[in-house]
């Protein structure tokens, strides 16, 4: 029945046209989902429902903003033109509906309120993704409240919606925790309310789940499918343990040739980490910074030059974003517009190169597994761990700031099932 349907839905994109046939695949994958959403209830297709879904979405870091577009326009299709229900029907109206219309005074109190959020995030030194994800969680709450006036928000509003996201959101633990910390800092640092007792708000549960570890042959092999700087930025990951953003994120003066050292700064939870070059990369290293150099140059000469520096820097030291000691080590092909000041600088390599890169890899490599960037970092320790060093060097090479979190790859030596003999081989 269920296939079926769909079926005939990818009959009725077919005869539309107005949907690239090899796009129509991934429309028939987002209305599944939806339909999954609804648990394949009719009654619950309703304008509800679909921005529900699309919160979800949106709320899935896995899910890009292009996907969420994607589905949105999938979802809309399959209701609007295919079952042929008005998603903007309206409802009767009732004294609830008319005490929460959106009216211009509360779109006003709610761009200030934004506006005030992003300049506490950016008074307080976050990140741009950091500024992106919380500007988007306390606008979907705006939409939850349906514009209710901000400052007659109270604590319970937070735990309902908290509460909704975790029963009808569909989010994992990881997002759920996001939009906490997202709207406590609303509520603390711009509405100045606190929020006391969060226990009966439900909590998606963490899942725990064993890294994928990769052999050392896998490694090598995996490595041989990389080229140029994505090569060089998968042996510093596997190499010395890096996070992807800390690979990206190294600078000149983080390098030290002399003494073979690597400076990790500002690394998960603000700590400074010192890591080994591998002898084997110091060669082909060192002509990558002097490429590097090259570039720089070049833009200085163009009238540019500059690239972002953390923590207001460049107010305190206004020629220090030119200087170069501050430039990326992974610099990107082309200049671009900083979203925050409008200078046009040099911003480092987007993660998602290296993701397609090293996912390229993967496939070309037929590894089974499912490999990503970090998974280089997870072999890493892995590997130090198989070779008899010991549990706290490793938590000190990684960056970890508690043991039982290094303590994770004990458990994948532990448990390998095949170094394991059944007892029906003893019969």
């Not at 304008?47 to 577009?69: F, G």
């Not at 200085?300 to 990326?328: H, I, S």
């Amino acid at each position: 029945m269920k296939t079926e349907l769909l079926r005939d839905f990818e009959l009725f994109l077919i005869k539309l046209g107005s949907v690239p046939e090899d796009k129509i695949k991934f429309y028939i994958y987002w209305v599944r989902r939806f339909l999954k959403f609804c648990n394949y209830q009719f009654d619950n297709i309703n304008q509800k429902n679909v921005s529900q879904y699309l919160d979800s979405l949106e709320a899935d870091e896995k899910v890009k903003d292009w996907q969420v577009k994607q589905a949105a326009d999938a979802v809309i299709l399959y209701v609007e033109k295919y079952l042929n229900r008005s998603l903007n029907q309206a409802l009767s109206p009732t004294k609830d509906s008319e005490s929460t219309a959106i009216d211009p005074k509360r779109t006003l109190q709610w761009k200030q309120t934004l506006e005030e959020a992003k300049d506490a995030i950016r008074l307080r030194h976050f990140s741009l993704s950091t500024e992106k994800t919380y500007l988007g969680w306390i606008s979907r709450f705006k939409t939850f409240l349906k514009d209710r006036d901000p400052n007659s928000l109270e604590a319970n509003d937070m735990k309902n919606y908290l509460t909704h996201l975790a029963r009808f959101g569909r989010v994992s633990a990881s997002t759920q925790n996001q939009a906490f910390n997202a709207l406590l800092f609303l509520y603390r640092h711009i509405l100045h309310k606190e929020v006391e007792d969060l226990t009966s708000v439900p909590r998606a549960k963490r899942r725990i789940n064993l890294p994928t570890v990769l052999g050392r042959d896998e490694v090598k092999n995996l490595l041989s499918h990389l080229n140029g700087v994505y090569l060089l930025m998968g042996q510093l990951m596997y190499g010395c343990g890096l996070r992807l953003m800390e690979c990206l994120r190294l600078r000149i003066k983080d390098i030290d040739f002399e003494n073979s050292l690597l400076m990790v700064r500002s690394g998960k939870g603000e700590k400074d980490r010192a890591l080994m070059i591998p002898a084997r990369i110091k060669e082909e290293f060192s002509k990558h910074i002097a490429s590097v150099k090259e570039i720089h140059e070049q833009d200085l000469k163009m009238g540019y030059g500059e690239v972002y520096l953390p923590d207001a820097l460049d107010k305190k030291y206004p020629d220090a974003p030119r200087e170069w000691g501050w430039q990326w080590v992974f610099p990107a092909e082309k200049l671009s517009v900083d979203p925050r000041t409008g200078k046009v600088m040099r911003w480092h390599i987007h993660p998602s190169a290296i993701q397609r890169a090293v996912k390229e890899a993967v496939i070309k490599t037929g590894l089974p597994k499912k490999a990503s960037c970090h998974t280089l970092r997870h072999s890493f320790a892995t590997h130090l761990l198989e070779a008899g060093h010991n549990i706290r060097t490793i938590q000190e090479l990684l960056g970890h700031k508690h043991v039982n979190t290094t303590m994770i790859y004990t458990h994948v030596i532990r448990k390998r099932p095949a170094e394991i003999r059944s007892p029906l081989d003893g019969l």
